[in-house]
Antibody, heavy 118, light 107 residues
């Protein structure tokens, strides 16, 4: 069974960089599929941030592209998110998931709340 | 970017009745449309993919229909556990986009 688990700081200061990692178990990232990040501000809807293929090919949400970097470490079977220059508007629950083109999002992490505050 | 618009924003239905949720895409997404259910404090759960195929373990009272730009999620005979927020999502084009959600509440 495929499982995803997010990890990283729950509190980030404004203007700093948010960093999260998603560990995948039950499936080898190198076997295929896109893997990505989705966020949900408190009380609001879902926003796709970006996705990465095991080869390193990435796609980002244009609204966040200038601040986002997603990377993959196939040796550790995990992928990571970096979001720079954060503000309070970046406060959200961040989910990692198996998400890409032509495939629905069938596996999600439990989500981790990241608060941007000084 | 494909904009997904869900209606209504909130739907009040009595247990045992049928609920019909709509999702419209700003351009064709073929059948690359999914529906998710989200309960408070939980990650979304995949209900329907390919516009009409139930995901593993999803009860038969959930059904999806449509293609192109117009889609519908129908829940027949609502159970207490079905009251939640529902999102549609297109996975036909980058960027992936979601609808704003429909809150299904008990009448």
């Amino acid at each position: 069974q495929v499982q995803l688990q997010e990890s990283g700081p729950g509190l980030v200061k404004p203007s700093e960089t948010l960093s999260l990692t998603c560990a995948v178990s039950g499936y080898s990232i190198s076997s295929g599929y896109y893997w990505g990040w989705i966020r949900q501000p408190p009380g609001k809807g879902l926003e796709w941030i970006g996705s990465i293929y095991h080869s390193g090919s990435t796609y980002y949400n244009p609204s966040l592209k200038s601040r986002v970097t997603i990377s993959v470490d196939t040796s550790k079977n995990q992928f990571s998110l970096k979001l720079s220059s954060v503000t309070a508007a970046d406060t959200a629950v961040y989910y990692c998931a198996r998400c890409g083109i032509a495939v629905a999002i069938d596996y999600w992490g439990q989500g981790t709340l990241v608060t941007v505050s000084s | 970017e494909i904009v997904m618009t869900q209606s209504p924003a909130t739907l009040s239905v009595s247990p045992g009745e049928r609920a019909t949720l709509s999702c419209r895409a700003s351009q064709s997404v073929s059948s690359n449309l999914a529906w998710y259910q989200q309960k408070p404090g939980q990650a979304p759960r995949l209900l329907i993919y390919g516009a009409s195929t139930r995901a593993t373990g999803i009860p038969a009272r959930f059904s999806g229909s449509g293609s192109g730009t117009e889609f519908t999620l129908t829940i027949s005979s609502l159970q207490s556990e079905d009251f939640a927020v529902y999102y549609c999502q297109q996975y036909n084009n980058w960027p992936l986009t979601f609808g704003q959600g429909t809150r299904l509440e008990i009448k």
